[in-house]
């Protein structure tokens, strides 16, 4: 069976540091991986999602990166941390007919202070 | 560009009642598809229920329904025999045919009290 990993569970970093989220996928080979943040009351906003590797697509402009060095590995990265990147981010992956839906990580709650 | 919206931030019901909640969507696209997404406290969010556009059948999938209206671009979700374990932050979703990209809604809180 697929599973999917997602680490760390929190975080809490001090702005301007950098970031590294990890995320992983057992049990299936090219999946579809996407990175959304969560916000409070304003559901989830797709950031990054990739349908192999070194194929990267960024929905928001903003000072976060993605890279998926293996097929896979997903990882979300920032050089400098602002305090707007504080929120719960949640990595997922999709079979490649995206029609059956997504299967999630458990998620991630950055603090930036 | 498809939205999703999601007009009750939060609801309750009584355990075992029946609750529905709402998804309005808005596109110009004729076949896509439709999601309900589970959020547990615990976080780990879970599929609940999907509905292909072509499809005039609800899907249900045990005590969960949907109400697709197709003309009126109307989604929702009912929930029957509510119980504790129900209680999550609820998602409807959009994903267009051949698209790689889901859009979600904000979210309906559903409280399932004793």
């Known amino acids: 069976s697929q599973t999917i990993h997602q680490w760390p569970a929190t975080l809490v970093q001090p702005v301007g540091s950098p970031l590294s989220l990890e995320c992983t996928v057992e049990?299936?080979?090219?999946?579809?991986l996407y990175w959304y943040r969560q916000a409070a009351g304003r559901g989830l906003q797709l950031l990054f999602y990739s349908i192999g590797i070194d194929q990267i697509s960024s929905e928001v402009p903003q000072n976060l990166s993605a890279s998926r060095p293996q097929d896979r590995q997903f990882i979300l990265s920032s050089k400098k941390l602002l305090l707007s990147d504080s929120g719960f981010y949640l990595c997922?992956?999709?079979?490649?007919?995206?029609?059956?839906?997504?299967?999630f990580g458990s998620g991630t709650r950055l603090t930036v202070v | 560009a498809q939205t999703v919206t999601q007009s009750q931030p939060e609801m309750s019901v009584q355990e075992a009642e029946t609750v529905t909640l709402s998804c309005t969507y808005d596109t110009s696209e004729n076949n896509y598809y439709l999601f309900w997404y589970k959020q547990p406290p615990s976080r780990q969010m879970i599929l609940v229920i999907r509905?292909?556009?072509?499809?005039?059948q609800n899907a249900t999938e045990n005590r969960f329904s949907v109400n697709f209206q197709k003309a009126a671009k109307s989604f929702s979700l009912k929930i029957s025999d509510s119980q504790l374990g129900d209680t999550a932050m609820y998602f409807c979703?959009?994903?267009?045919?051949?698209?790689?990209?889901?859009?979600f809604g904000a979210g309906t809180r559903l409280f399932v009290k004793a």
């Open positions: 049990g299936t080979s090219n999946p579809n």
């Open positions: 509905q292909e556009a072509y499809k005039q």
């Open positions: 979703a959009f994903l267009n045919t051949g698209g790689f990209k889901t859009i």
């Open positions: 997922a992956w999709s079979k490649n007919r995206v029609m059956y839906g997504y299967t």
